[in-house]
Each structure stands twice: as C-alpha cells, then as structure tokens.
C-alpha cells in the first residue's frame, strides 16, 4: 500500500517510541492506535499503566544502554511522557532515531534555573530569581528578593514537591537543607489572581494550534480542577498564547508543550491590564490538557501524536460552552461509578494498581452543552 505524504512525515503503521509509563504515556499510545500507529513504550516501572494498551514493552532503566539502543533501533521516532528523561538517553537516541521534541528542547526545560534564563533572554516576564548552590547563597538570595519567597530544587520537582516556602523568622540553613542540599533557585511570591495554562501544538515546519487558555486550581499542590476556557480578559488570553507561541518557536519545538503563567490583576482593583508571569514550561502533553480528551475537536494527545510524526495538525476547537476536568487523587476512583452517570461527563481511568493519597488515579471531563443562539 502507499500513501500520499508530505515531504518528512511518517507513514501510518510506523512506530512510535514513548519513553515512560504512566497515564500520559497510555494515553498517547491510545491516541496513536487510533490513527494507525503502532508504540514501543520504554519505562523502567514493571507495572507501567502505558503497558497495557502499546504495541511493544521495553521494561529497563533508561541509563541501560543497551536497551537504550535495541529500543531505538526498533522505532521511528521518539518521544517522552515526562520531562524528567536523563539527558544521556535523549542524547544517545537521537543519533539512532528522530526525537520529539528535540533533546535541546527537553533540556531547556528539565533544569529551573536554565528554563528561567531562557525565558528572560526572550524578553518574556517571570518571577524575579537568583540561584541558589550553597547556604551561603541563599542567604544572600533572601537579602536581595525578601519574604515570602520559594526556594526550588533545580531539577526533579512536580505536584510541590521539591519546594519549600521562606516565610518570616525560618531558619535559613534549615530549609536549605530540607531539600536536601540540591542546587536550587530561590523565586519571589508572585501575587497572581489566577494560574493558567496555554497547551498549544506546533509542527515540524512551523504550524501552530493553540487549545482554549485554561486555568487551574490545586488541592495539596496538586492540580484538582482545569476550565477552559479561563475566565481572565480577552487580551489577557491573547497575550498568554502569543507569549506561549514565542516559546515554541524559540526551541524549535515539535509536539505539543504547556506553558504555566500567573495572572496579576492590577494593583489595588485599580483600572488596568492583567499581567503575565510564565512560571514554567511543560515539553510534554499536560494534565491541564487532559479536558481537550472529550472537550475539543482533537485531544491533547492526538494532537502530540499528528505533530511528532509530520502530520497535519487537528482542530482545537472546544466543544460545548466550557469544559471542566476534575483529576481522581486517590481513593476518589473509587467512586467512579457516580462520574459515569453523569450527563455530559466523559471518565478516563489510568489502570494503576494501587489508589496511593496524592496519586493521580484517573480524571473526568464535563462538556456544558452550548447556549442556543
């Protein structure tokens, strides 16, 4: 059989390699068998929700290189399900394989520090920063940006872990410590109304999709419920998937990336614009895009999936007045039964074996039906 293609892209029946097993990783591998295409998942975990629903399982260490290599050479092309992939993997890869986005992308975004440092060579408003190495350093960092402030381990943190709060009178050395010493960045406390995120695609020539700008709310520091679309001024949303754009084109990026930003209303309930504070970049599909899976005319997923192999890109149309996706933390699965009754909900379960506090468990998706005209 041969197919008409655009100059670069892959043919349906090629094979997608995804590095990591969770939801995110099962979900993709869903989204690629519906457009014909086959996943190797690779993931050190034995009980990988992703290995349920691929084509091909590789279950060793990402530092097995080996493995690393076999894995490679089976695929057409590469991409991660979380940022936290070492960057001797995504290197070693790339000399077999294509991969999406690029391992310079990925390392722009695995190191908070780094990530900060790119964001202002663009000229593009974060919270004021100073790196933080040693205790000495970050006694100077408070002297400069003040508290309250957030100190931030450099690498490895998610859903607040890997952060530490400076508040008045805190022992300075002890915080440091209580992340153990890692090289940190030290951040001050942005005073934002709301927190958003743009989950955009862009494509291997340049296309670009940008989803509905949603915005989010946590439980724990994890995130609880996303809306879209975010109920901030038109110009706001605007400016935040422009800003978001920006980036994308900066790393040349291929695939579908979130960018998280705060929301500052103007001072005192003064007359004014909001105000952007990206707080960071996400080189992967999101948990904020999860309501895009039921909510919108192609998912998250999908979407990362049409971009990774040259495809054309979908519609980001939302579907319905306004979207909401409620993330299942725990033992809250146990419950799902009451989500399929409900009209209008859609409910997506990882296939994780055990409901551990603060692990995601599965998510639904509410579709309000649009108003009459």
């Known amino acids: 059989m041969t197919f008409t293609l655009s100059p670069g892209a892959l043919a349906?029946?090629?094979?997608?390699?995804?590095?990591?097993?969770?939801?995110?990783?099962?979900?993709?591998?869903?989204?690629?068998?519906?457009?014909?295409?086959?996943?190797?998942?690779?993931?050190?975990?034995?009980?990988?929700?992703?290995?349920?629903?691929?084509t091909e399982r590789t279950n060793a260490a990402y530092e097995d290189e080996d493995a690393l290599a076999a894995f490679g050479a089976s695929v057409d092309v590469v991409t991660y399900e979380?940022?936290?992939?070492?960057?001797?993997?995504?290197?070693l890869l790339s000399d077999l394989?294509?991969?999406?986005?690029?391992?310079?992308?990925?390392?722009?975004?695995?190191?908070r520090l780094v990530?900060?440092?790119?964001?202002?060579?663009?000229?593009?408003?974060?919270?004021a920063y100073m790196r933080v190495d040693d205790a000495g350093a970050m006694a100077r960092a408070v002297a400069q940006l003040g508290r309250p402030s957030i100190l931030k381990t450099r690498r490895f943190g998610y859903d607040g872990k890997g952060q530490a709060l400076v508040r008045e009178g805190g022992?300075?050395?002890?915080?440091?410590?209580?992340?153990?010493?890692?090289?940190?960045?030290?951040?001050?406390?942005?005073?934002?109304?709301?927190?958003?995120?743009?989950?955009?695609?862009?494509?291997?020539?340049?296309?670009f999709v940008s989803y509905d700008v949603c915005e989010n709310w946590h439980e724990n520091h994890i995130l609880k419920f996303t809306r879209a679309p975010a109920r901030v001024a038109p110009e706001t949303a605007a400016e935040a998937t422009l800003l978001a754009r920006a980036i994308a084109d900066a790393l040349d990026y291929v695939g579908v990336l979130a960018v998280e930003m705060f929301v500052v209303d103007p001072p005192g309930g003064s007359a004014g614009p909001q105000t952007l504070r990206v707080n960071e970049i996400a080189p992967r599909v999101h948990n904020s895009g999860h309501w895009t899976l039921g909510g919108a005319q192609t998912s998250q997923f999908e979407q990362h999936v049409r971009a990774i192999v040259g495809w054309p890109l979908g519609g980001a149309l939302r579907l319905g007045a306004e979207v909401e996706m409620e993330n299942l933390i725990g033992e809250e699965v146990f419950g799902f039964e009451q989500?399929?009754?409900?009209?209008?909900?859609?409910?997506?379960?990882?296939?994780?074996?055990?409901?551990?506090?603060?692990?995601?468990?599965?998510?639904?998706?509410?579709?309000?039906?649009?108003?009459?005209?």
């Open 339 to 373: 989500y399929l009754r409900e009209p209008g909900s859609s409910l997506q379960l990882y296939g994780k074996t055990e409901a551990r506090p603060s692990r995601k468990m599965g998510h639904v998706t509410r579709v309000a039906p649009a108003k009459p005209a």
């Open 115 to 127: 990530e900060k440092e790119f964001l202002a060579g663009l000229g593009i408003p974060v919270a």
């Open 171 to 207: 022992d300075l050395a002890v915080i440091f410590r209580s992340l153990g010493g890692a090289p940190a960045i030290l951040e001050s406390v942005v005073p934002f109304s709301t927190e958003i995120s743009v989950v955009a695609a862009r494509g291997p020539g340049g296309a």
């Open 82 to 91: 979380f940022e936290n992939v070492p960057a001797r993997t995504a290197a």
């Open 97 to 111: 394989c294509l991969v999406r986005p690029s391992p310079a992308a990925l390392a722009a975004c695995q190191d």
């Open 12 to 54: 349906p029946g090629a094979r997608i390699g995804i590095l990591g097993g969770g939801q995110l990783g099962r979900m993709l591998a869903l989204a690629a068998a519906g457009l014909g295409l086959k996943t190797h998942v690779f993931a050190p975990e034995a009980d990988s929700p992703a290995f349920d629903v691929c």
